[in-house]
C-alpha cells in the first residue's frame, strides 16, 4: 500500500502530539479493502522539556517501515505554529506536498530566549510557497477563539487538513475519532472546530481559485 507522510509541527501546549494521535486512532477506525485497520506508525521529536519547546510528530500510513519520513517525502504538514512549520518544512516537505500552517504566532522557547529570531510571517509563508505545490494560511487560533475555546486550534487544523484531500482518511472516521477523544462534555465543541476548519480550507480554495480572497469567520490565503 502507498506510503503517506504526514507531520504535525508546533511548541508544546498546543495539542500537536493529540492531533497526531487523533490520525492515528482516525486509521485504526477506517478500514482498507481487505477488512483491516489501515496500517499507521507515529513518532515524536521534542525539541525541549518544557511548554513552548518545538514539537512534532510524524504520522505514516500505509507500508512504512520507520516512524520517521525521509526528507522532502511529506505530503502534508500540519503547522500549528508559523515558524516550526517552516523549520519542519525545510527539510521534510516534499516538492508536491502541501502545508497548511497556522498563522497565530505561539513564540517558541529558542526565541525567547534570544538564540533565534522570528521572521515576519509574510516571510514565513512566503518561504513556505517555495518549498511545496501548495500552501494554506490562516489564523486557526482566531477561529478557535470565535467558537469560546482557544485550545480547539489543533482541531481546527485537523478540519483543514481533511478538506485537502491529502489525508488517506475519511471525514467520518476523522469525525468519530474527535467524538471519542475529546474531554467529557466537549465533543460537540471539537466537532464544531473540525467543520469550521474544513469550511475555511474549502471557501480559502475556492476564493483562491475565483481570484478573489476567502473567509470564513477567519482571512486567510492559499497558494
Known sequence: ??????????????????????????????KT?????LQVRIGETYGAAMRGGKVFSHVRFGDARSPLTMEDAAELIIGLEPL??????????????????NTAKYVPADVKMGRAKYPAIPEIV???????RKVIAFDATAAAKGLGKPQVMSVVMLGAASATGM?????????????????????ELNLKAFRLGREIAEDLSRSTAAGAQGSAGSTGEVA
Open 126 to 132: 512566503g518561504s513556505l510557497k517555495k518549498l511545496g
Open 84 to 101: 516550526e512549520a517552516l523549520r519542519v518544512a525545510i527539510p521534510y516537505l516534499s516538492p508536491s506536498g502541501v502545508c497548511i500552517v
Open 33 to 37: 479493502p481487505d477488512g483491516k485497520p
Open 167 to 187: 489525508l488517506p482518511l475519511d471525514e467520518k472516521s476523522l469525525m468519530a475519532t474527535i467524538e471519542a477523544e475529546a474531554p467529557k462534555g466537549t465533543a
Open 1 to 30: 500500500m502507498k506510503t503517506t507522510n504526514v507531520i504535525v509541527a508546533g511548541v508544546g501546549g498546543q495539542g500537536s502530539i493529540l492531533a497526531a494521535h487523533i490520525l492515528g486512532k482516525a486509521a485504526i477506525r477506517k
